[in-house]
């Protein structure tokens, strides 16, 4: 193993970084040198009061970790993995109670209520409304004049409107649910002006808003998903808070990251037109796993270690954190072939963009990769000649890969 050619002080971590790039030739020298590695940070800069945290980036070794999460707890400093020195810790530990941050046996019994939302048949359900809101979209779209930016017309619309409609969120309520997502993980781009205090009051106005649809619920059922969840609590369903919980997680991992999916891979598609050709033509179904793998939204979640134990060859002290680092995974050559490459027909594809596996895998992925195949299908009937018109201008986050705007034309 030989020492990585990293600059000093380099953290994969750094908001003003991924603001700008995707560290991708980083991750590639730590993947080859020293794929387990001890990334220093001062001052609290993260807000967990330690002295930095452990980059993993091969594919075996992130997969490993998510799914022993008796060695490795997404409890104990959350999934986030940086917040910034000026947060407290008990606002750190109030995020336990969503299910992201919980570890089995609690995990096990919340996830297993709210699977229900997410069968083939709920699936199933929902196909024929978004595509033929998909299709709406595009068409809203096509009436633009000039360029347009793709975040806000297009790619922010499906995510939405697929989680409302899951859960019966009104029409008219539906761009809070946006607004309140998108102010709880904009807190580091100083472009919104949004501060910790801010992102907590979204956060708190959004359980709020969820809280009173499942006491409306169990007061009037209805024949929707939120009726199945929180029903008869003494009959293993959901508490108000709970459900809470569960639709502040569903307003970020389901709306933002489809919505940054969206956005990257029509990025790639228009900067790799040959295959933006063959999707048009051939409309593969492998193509919206690649558009995940290529975009990785999730850039890196964490874990903190419950004991001491070995990985990569170093030895991880219990209470140290772990990030998982996801884009580096899913650009590991020892599992793709020409992973630098946008290939829509890439089979198989076993990237970790929704997760490493474990009980942590993503919940709505059948949901993301339909709606990802709808947009795609909308726009390469109703817009095939989109073309880029400038460069897409990046989020400024510490763990989301994220695109705020992506100008674009119909030429």
Not at 60 to 82: C, G, M
Not at 176 to 200: Q, R
């Amino acid at each position: 193993m030989h020492c990585p050619a990293l600059p000093d002080g380099f953290d994969f971590t750094d908001p003003d970084l991924l603001q700008h790039r995707v560290p991708l030739p980083e991750l590639a020298e730590l993947r080859r040198a020293e794929p387990v590695r001890w990334i220093p940070q001062s001052a609290n800069v993260a807000g967990f009061q330690d002295e930095g945290y452990w980059a993993v980036t091969r594919h075996a070794d992130v997969r490993y970790v998510s799914t022993h999460p008796e060695l490795f707890s997404s409890t104990v400093n959350t999934a986030i993995i940086r917040f910034n020195e000026h947060i407290r810790r008990d606002s750190i530990d109030a995020q336990r109670l969503i299910l992201l941050n919980m570890d089995p046996p609690e995990h096990t019994r919340v996830r297993q209520i709210v699977q229900r939302g997410f069968t083939p048949r709920s699936i199933r359900a929902l196909e024929q409304r978004l595509r033929n809101r998909a299709a709406d979209i595009v068409a809203a779209a096509r009436e633009l004049e000039g360029p347009f930016d793709f975040v806000a017309s297009v790619a922010c619309e499906l995510p939405l409107q697929a989680i409302a409609e899951l859960i019966g969120i009104p029409q008219g309520d539906r761009t809070k649910i946006f607004d309140w997502s998108n102010k709880m993980i904009a807190y580091d781009d100083p472009e919104y002006a949004i501060t910790e205090e801010v992102g907590a009051q979204s956060a708190a106005e959004l359980i709020s808003y969820a809280m009173t649809m499942a006491a409306d619920r169990k007061q009037c059922p209805a024949h929707d998903i939120v009726s199945t969840l929180v029903a008869a609590e003494d009959q293993g369903n959901l508490n108000s808070d709970e459900f809470g919980f569960f639709v502040l997680m569903l307003a970020v991992a389901g709306n933002e990251t489809t919505r940054n999916a969206i956005t990257h891979g029509m990025h790639a598609f228009l900067t790799h037109p040959e295959q933006w050709e063959l999707y048009k033509r051939q409309r593969p179904s492998t193509a919206a796993e690649e558009i995940v793998r290529w975009a990785t939204p999730v850039f890196a979640f964490q874990r903190t270690a419950t004991q001491d134990t070995e990985l990569g060859g170093q030895t991880i002290r219990k209470g140290e954190r772990v990030g998982l680092f996801y884009a580096s995974a899913n650009h590991d050559p020892e599992v793709f072939d020409r992973p630098e490459e946008f290939d829509v027909t890439r089979d198989p594809n076993p990237h970790l963009g929704f997760g490493g596996g474990g009980p942590h895998f993503c919940l709505g992925k059948s949901l993301a990769v339909l709606e990802i195949d709808l947009i795609f299908n909308a726009i390469a009937d109703a817009m095939p000649g989109l073309r880029l018109v400038g460069d897409p201008r990046r989020l400024r986050s510490a763990w989301i890969n994220g695109v705020k705007e992506l100008p674009v034309t119909l030429g």
